[in-house]
């Protein structure tokens, strides 16, 4: 008799997460530094020149946090109101004359689209800067947008993770949030959401349970993404 063939174990592939929750600004299009821009001529204009110190307050956050910071630290008679409205505008001008895909993100998403896989976008972005970029890079890619005016609070609270994961249906725990700053990613780990950090800035982001970092969204798959969905939460 012929003698048997010991057989050999499959590796098991990971399933694919219930969802990926995308960031915007800095993760998949290169707009932080469009924002960086639009705050620091705000700032030049109030003889606060930005340094270091003031990007914690300035990337990854919302219009109205950042104004708020540029009222507080320049000492200025202009409102706070008045502030936001001028970054907000410089912001999307500067967004509409020039929106530019990061490396890997737009193949990232063909990938997830082949494979079935929802996808959202949610940003703390106004409603008008996101609809910029979606009509550059196309409004297709994703099942539900999130902006800022979306929800009571923007990021780094949880509730624009929460309700991109309740308008799709999901358990947040069951889906990848892929940020690029230090406030995306708070924002989507207290929504309870597996993080995937691709920084943008040299702004450091800390360690976390269900937190990932890597270099390029050129070196995500779905097998990656199915590991980090499939891990426990804490």
């Known amino acids: 008799m012929p003698e048997s063939v010991p057989s050999v174990p499959v590796p098991s592939v990971p399933a694919p997460p219930a969802a990926v929750l995308f960031d915007m600004d800095g993760t998949l299009v290169d707009t932080e530094q469009l924002w960086w821009q639009a705050a620091a001529e705000l700032a030049e204009e109030l003889d606060h020149p930005l340094t270091d110190q003031d990007a914690p307050e300035v990337l990854g956050q919302a219009v109205e946090h950042t104004a708020a910071h540029l009222h507080r630290v320049s000492g200025t008679d202009r409102t706070e109101a008045e502030l936001a409205l001028v970054l907000g505008e410089s912001f999307a001008a500067k967004v509409a004359a020039e929106t530019v895909p990061r490396p890997g993100a737009l193949a990232l998403l063909a990938a997830l689209r082949e494979a079935r896989v929802p996808t959202a976008l949610v940003s703390a972005s106004p409603r008008l800067v996101v609809d910029l970029v979606l009509s550059a890079i196309g409004r297709d890619w994703f099942a539900v947008t999130m902006a800022a005016e979306d929800t009571p609070r923007t990021k780094p609270a949880p509730d624009p993770y929460l309700a991109a994961a309740e308008r799709l249906g999901l358990d ?63």
């Open 172 to 234: 947040p725990a069951a889906c990848v949030a892929v940020e690029d700053t230090p406030t995306g990613v708070a924002s989507a780990a207290a929504a309870g959401c597996a993080v995937l950090a691709v920084p943008s800035t040299a702004v450091p982001i800390p360690d976390g349970e269900r937190i990932t970092l890597l270099d390029s969204l050129e070196l995500v798959d779905l097998a990656l993404l199915g590991k980090l969905s499939a891990a426990p939460a804490v």
